[in-house]
């Protein structure tokens, strides 16, 4: 079975990727895989202390994170098809720099394609 990653930050140019990927993923039979990095910002600590974060606030971020995974995953099958395969799309976040939790998704799900919006504004209004 093939699979197709798709990377967002929610933004619109993420949804744009993520239907790409979806149209993608319908035509070639494939499944979709969304995934969220959540990178948490690093907190000043004081006099050589180590700083982590309050575990109700890393699932406040988990949580909402996988929230919009939910929604986004809900567009997209309401998206038209015209053909009888609907891809399963999956949800998956984790804490972490993006290249470490997209490397653990990738061995993990062998994915096929990695997809991601572009933010650079040089006319490409499509993913790359």
Same mark, same amino acid.
């Given at each position: 079975?093939?699979t197709? =990653? $798709? *990377?967002?930050?929610? &933004?619109?140019?993420?949804?744009? +990727?993520?239907?790409?990927?979806?149209?993608?993923?319908?035509?070639?039979?494939?499944?979709?895989?969304?995934?969220?990095?959540?990178?948490?910002?690093?907190?000043?600590?004081?006099?050589?202390?180590?700083?982590?974060?309050?575990?109700?606030?890393? =699932? $406040? *971020?988990?949580?909402? &994170?996988?929230?919009?995974?939910? +929604?986004?995953?809900?567009?997209?099958?309401?998206?038209p098809?015209?053909?009888a395969?609907?891809?399963?799309?999956?949800?998956?976040?984790?804490?972490?720099l993006?290249?470490?939790?997209?490397?653990?998704?990738?061995?993990?799900?062998?994915v096929?394609l $990695?997809?991601?919006?572009?933010?650079?504004?040089?006319?490409?209004?499509?993913?790359?």
């Amino acid at each position: 079975m093939k699979t197709i =990653l $798709v *990377l967002t930050d929610f &933004s619109t140019r993420a949804r744009y +990727a993520a239907e790409f990927a979806m149209n993608l993923a319908v035509r070639s039979k494939a499944n979709l895989i969304l995934c969220h990095s959540i990178e948490e910002p690093a907190p000043i600590p004081e006099k050589d202390e180590e700083f982590k974060w309050p575990v109700p606030r890393r =699932l $406040v *971020l988990k949580n909402e &994170s996988l929230f919009g995974l939910m +929604a986004l995953a809900k567009s997209l099958k309401n998206l038209p098809t015209y053909t009888a395969f609907t891809p399963s799309i999956e949800c998956i976040n984790d804490f972490g720099l993006l290249a470490d939790v997209v490397q653990k998704v990738v061995t993990e799900k062998s994915v096929d394609l $990695v997809v991601i919006g572009s933010h650079k504004s040089n006319g490409r209004n499509h993913p790359c």
